[in-house]
């Protein structure tokens, strides 16, 4: 399996910040990379995919890069409902592995 | 817009077969591979498997030799049944999609079943 390794683990941030988030496969994954935002007691949102795209309905503040084994996901100007847990998850190969998740705080 | 709906026991017994079903709403049935997801506190996020409409499979080798997702496209339904369970499949079991047009990304997600395996 290929595995996604995150950093920070847990990331504490202000409203207003500039905020990255970085994922590292074990492997190279091309451009096949995927950052999910998960809200407490909710199911995980799609917010990239192919390593830079939007999705649709996703603010601009929101965006990706990196192909290979080495993304970043960076969230330009913090805003409150921003604080959530952030996961990669590449889907180069089945299994489609999952980080570990970044927990961005207040 | 699609719409993902799971059912099934809150509890298992080990030893036994965890059995849920995944409700479509408003989606062609072949444009996805229909995937199970599931989370616990201990492990996060883990890929279960999918499956095709036309009936293929793809199961986490993790899993597999207990997995089995089926389909029925005809109710526009698809299930996951997990055998022999223990303490460590307690988790919330997320059904979602997988598309192909969007990188194998997931872009609908049910709002999961929280399943708990205890006697």
């Known amino acids: 399996d290929i595995q996604m390794t995150q950093s920070p683990s847990s990331l504490s941030a202000s409203v207003g910040d500039r905020v990255i988030i970085t994922c590292r496969a074990s492997?190279?994954?091309?451009?096949?990379l995927n950052w999910y935002q998960q809200s407490p007691g909710k199911a995980p949102k799609l917010l990239i995919y192919?390593?830079?795209n939007l999705q649709g309905g996703v603010p601009s503040r929101f965006s990706g890069s990196g192909s290979g084994t080495d993304f970043i996901l960076t969230i330009s100007s913090l805003r409150p409902d921003d604080f959530a847990t952030y996961f990669c998850?590449?889907?180069?190969?089945?299994?489609?592995?999952f980080g570990q998740g970044t927990n961005l705080e207040i | 817009q699609v719409q993902l709906q799971e059912s099934g026991p809150g509890v298992v017994k080990p030893s036994e077969t965890l059995s849920l079903t995944c409700s479509i709403s408003?989606?062609?049935?072949?444009?996805?591979?229909w995937t199970w997801v599931r989370q616990s506190p201990g492990k996060g996020l883990e890929w279960i498997g999918y499956?095709?409409?036309?009936?293929?499979?793809n199961y986490n080798p993790s899993l597999k030799s207990r997995v089995t997702i089926s389909m029925d496209t005809s109710k526009k339904l698809f299930t996951l049944n997990l055998s022999s369970v223990t303490a460590a499949d307690t988790a919330v079991y997320y059904c979602?999609?997988?598309?192909?047009?969007?990188?194998?990304?997931?872009?609908?997600w049910g709002q999961g079943a929280l399943v708990t395996v205890s006697s």
């Open positions: 408003s989606a062609s049935i072949g444009t996805y591979y």
């Open positions: 979602a999609t997988t598309n192909p047009g969007f990188g194998d990304s997931s872009d609908y």
């Open positions: 192919a390593a830079s």
């Open positions: 998850q590449q889907s180069f190969t089945t299994p489609h592995t």
């Open positions: 499956i095709y409409y036309r009936g293929s499979t």
């Open positions: 492997q190279n994954i091309n451009r096949h």
